[in-house]
């Protein structure tokens, strides 16, 4: 199984709801990681977990709160999002075999979000 | 930091070999460089990776000169189905600062029958 699966694939949403988005691999990959992409950009990293540790969180605004129950789940709990908050939001995961950098890294399909 | 700076666009027609360069004048000595492809509402798919010289797998070729300040994707005769957004991936995460693994702009190359 090399897949990464994301959902749901679609998720709208008003600014004062909370929701989730979830990520699930079953590679074995021990790195995962969230981005956010909006249209015509590449993709921004948001968050690392290594080792179902949060090891990089890069100034990203307390409204979204990132969760590693396991190895194989990864979790976005978002809440009181703004309209601006509204992207593609990818999950991907790596082996770290070269180091989180230098891991190829095995994207899902992506969570849709619109804020309204 | 290694920002990457790729060519916005480019087109090709239908089995002519494609190459789009990503300069990285920043490299560090632990970066490797790594190259994305993306279709539209879907998660990039890894191309391939190398750290120096040239590396060929199935699908495409890395060629990366002696100072690594550059590097070269290679695609072999393209087809309709390669119209897609390419990007380039250089970093060392070893920082612990997302700001040191960056996606590059992206280049948009659209194949033409």
């Known amino acids: 199984d090399t897949e990464v699966t994301q959902t749901p694939k679609h998720l709208v949403m008003g600014m004062t709801n909370k929701k989730s988005l979830k990520c699930e691999q079953h590679?074995?990959?021990?790195?995962m990681y969230w981005y956010k992409q909006k249209a015509k950009k590449p993709p921004e990293l948001m968050f690392v977990?290594?080792?179902?540790?949060?090891?990089i969180n890069e100034s990203v605004p307390s409204r979204f709160s990132p969760e590693c129950p396991n190895s194989s789940l990864l979790n976005l709990h978002l809440h009181a999002l703004q309209p601006e908050d509204s992207a593609l939001y990818l999950c991907?995961?790596?082996?770290?075999?070269?180091?989180?950098?230098?891991?190829?890294?095995?994207f899902g399909p992506g969570t849709r979000l619109t804020v309204l | 930091l290694a920002k990457t700076t790729q060519p916005i666009s480019m087109d090709s027609y239908e089995g002519q070999e494609v190459n789009i360069t990503c300069s990285h004048n920043n490299i560090a000595t632990n970066d490797y460089i790594t190259w994305y492809q993306q279709f539209p509402s879907q998660g990039p798919r890894f191309i391939i990776q190398g750290y120096k010289t040239k590396v060929t797998n199935e699908v495409a070729s890395l060629f990366i000169p002696a100072d690594r300040k550059s590097s070269t994707l290679s695609l072999p005769r393209v087809s309709l189905s390669d119209t897609a957004v390419y990007y380039c991936l250089v970093g060392d995460l070893s920082s612990g600062s997302a700001r040191q693994l960056t996606f590059g702009s992206g280049t948009q190359l659209t194949v033409l029958p």
């Open positions: 590679m074995g990959h021990r790195a």
């Open positions: 977990y290594s080792y179902e540790k949060l090891s």
């Open positions: 991907a995961s790596s082996q770290e075999s070269r180091g989180l950098a230098g891991s190829e890294q095995f």
